[in-house]
């Protein structure tokens, strides 16, 4: 079976992967739930060793922990999710936290040299005193309060996740008043170390039991010693019944003295003398004490354990990467079922492997980028304007549709250049014909039209006749193409026509186009 386990054992809607914990009738598996269209969980499942699978007594104590676990709502106390009982298995789910127990933390940083910090330490075990009255506090579907008590509270069953959260978890020996499996007389059951005075003489128990087992959390977090331990269980109870009981500064001068008064009034051996209830000693840390953020928690728990939550880590991934069939849809609705069906094939169709030259994509940004693919023309190298671009090499989707825009737009520029160039020819060649016209009409001796004014020009020596002027019919349709199409060169070849001269001094102004009864320019005064 356990080899089974090792690869993956189905057992109803669960995957049963490898071990990650063991306790003393059961063992704790990496599991994952798998539902309809793809959905899986990732879970923790406890399942009974393969001894005690069969024996009432433990199957009913495994049933009456995950009954009490599942009226449970706090958010220091591990969930029960489900109870599967199918074949020759019978499981709790319950929530996966990345994280590692309270027993592990301790070693791993005894090994490393170091103590848990004064203030982590405090706030871990005022976490677990919150969970401890959650679970306390718990009623029944009728209101009644169920009575339960922890009675195994110890640094294997309290769950420091990465989050900085601590949990409190199994509990497979609760006592509780709605327990089908009961105690036996002179029968004990938890870690002796951690248990109070009135549970080892077989009293009465209530919550200020599980208050004294936190109490005895917070001595050993806070010295980095164990506070009760024999060679053998009898000592062992023995210290605890007779032994007296240091202050944690003895052991750590660090602590301040307000908290270590609150951990010695947890430790009193008569139940009467500690708090009242799990609460009241939480509340009572927290004045004593700043605490840390959960943030700082999480960090110092992945510094601390990084070796193997990583390699938790690496096994949760494989066990995500595993393609685990989908069970069969179990409605009757032929739309349902087919609405169920199309969602399962999409989703198959977005795990297809696209490490094959082309970014992953979903189907529909693989469409639009095949359409846009299409859709653009083909550009070529070309040595003095662009690179060859291949739009599989690019890293996004909007890169790919970025690239493809550009040179859409590129090739379209180059299309709107060809009006632009065809008018400049135009206007070249009509200016070079105007040119031509000029320069035939200068040589041929023909006189400028009258309409078109002439420049200021200098008095000539000696007045002569003015030449006889064109007919302005003859004239008007060459002075207005010139004059629109070249103007400079047109007063240019004007001014060359007519001879300079210096105007005397005292002169005055020619005006444009005015002449004398002699034909001499006018002389018209500042």
């Not at 349902?336 to 795990?351: H, I, P, T, V």
Request: with cysteine.
């Amino acid at each position: 079976m356990d080899r089974d386990l090792e690869a993956g054992r189905r057992v109803g809607r669960y995957m049963v992967h490898r071990r990650i914990a063991s306790g003393g009738m059961a063992t704790v598996h990496l599991g994952r739930l798998i539902g309809a269209a793809g959905f899986s969980r990732m879970v923790a499942i406890k399942r009974l060793h393969d001894g005690y699978a069969c024996d009432p007594e433990f199957v009913a104590m495994l049933l009456d922990e995950a009954r009490l676990a599942s009226v449970i709502r706090h958010p220091n106390v591990v969930p029960t999710l489900d109870v599967v009982a199918e074949e020759d298995e019978l499981l709790v789910v319950m929530e996966y936290v990345e994280g590692e127990s309270l027993a592990s933390l301790t070693k791993l940083a005894l090994a490393a040299g170091e103590r848990m910090p004064v203030p982590l330490a405090a706030s871990i075990v005022a976490q677990t005193l919150h969970g401890l009255h959650g679970a306390h506090e718990a009623r029944d579907k009728n209101g009644t309060p169920l009575g339960i008590v922890h009675r195994d509270v110890s640094p294997h069953n309290v769950l420091v996740g990465i989050d900085g959260v601590a949990r409190v978890l199994d509990f497979g020996i609760a006592k509780a008043a709605s327990r089908s499996a009961s105690t036996e007389g002179g029968q004990l059951k938890g870690k002796t170390a951690y248990m109070a005075p009135e549970q080892l003489q077989h009293r009465p128990v209530d919550r200020r039991t599980d208050v004294f087992a936190a109490a005895i959390l917070l001595w050993e977090l806070l010295t980095g010693r164990r506070l009760f331990r024999g060679d053998t269980s009898t000592e062992t109870m023995a210290c605890i019944l007779n032994d007296p009981i240091d202050s944690p500064q003895r052991w750590a001068p660090e602590v301040p003295l307000e908290l270590a008064a609150i951990t010695l009034r947890g430790l009193e051996r008569d139940s009467d003398g500690r708090f009242a209830s799990a609460e009241e000693m939480a509340l009572a840390i927290e004045d004593a004490i700043a605490l840390p953020r959960a943030k700082e928690i999480g960090a110092w728990v992945g510094r601390i354990a990084a070796s193997a939550l990583a390699e938790r880590a690496d096994l949760v991934r494989a066990v995500q990467r595993d393609s685990i069939p989908a069970p069969d849809a179990s409605t009757t609705d032929p739309e349902l079922r087919a609405a169920l069906e199309e969602a399962e094939r999409r989703r198959q169709f977005s795990e297809i492997p696209t490490d094959v030259g082309r970014p992953a994509h979903s189907s529909g940004e693989v469409q639009a980028q095949w359409a846009m693919t299409a859709s653009a023309p083909r550009v070529t190298a070309r040595s003095d304007t662009r690179t060859p671009v291949s739009l599989g090499e690019e890293p996004t989707d909007l890169a790919t549709i970025r690239a493809s825009s550009d040179f859409v737009a590129a090739d379209g520029r180059r299309g709107s250049r060809a009006p632009v160039l065809f008018g400049i020819g135009v206007g070249v060649a009509l200016a070079a014909a105007v040119a031509i016209a000029v320069i035939a009409t200068r040589g041929s001796g023909a006189p400028v039209s009258a309409t078109a004014p002439p420049p200021a020009v200098a008095m000539p020596p000696e007045p002569s006749p003015a030449p006889p002027a064109p007919s302005a019919s003859a004239v008007a349709p060459f002075a207005t193409s010139t004059a629109s199409a070249v103007p400079a060169p047109a007063a240019a070849s004007a001014s060359a026509l007519t001879k300079k001269r210096r105007l005397p001094r005292g002169g005055g102004q020619v005006k444009r186009g005015g002449l004398a009864s002699d034909g001499s320019p006018r002389p018209i005064a500042k």
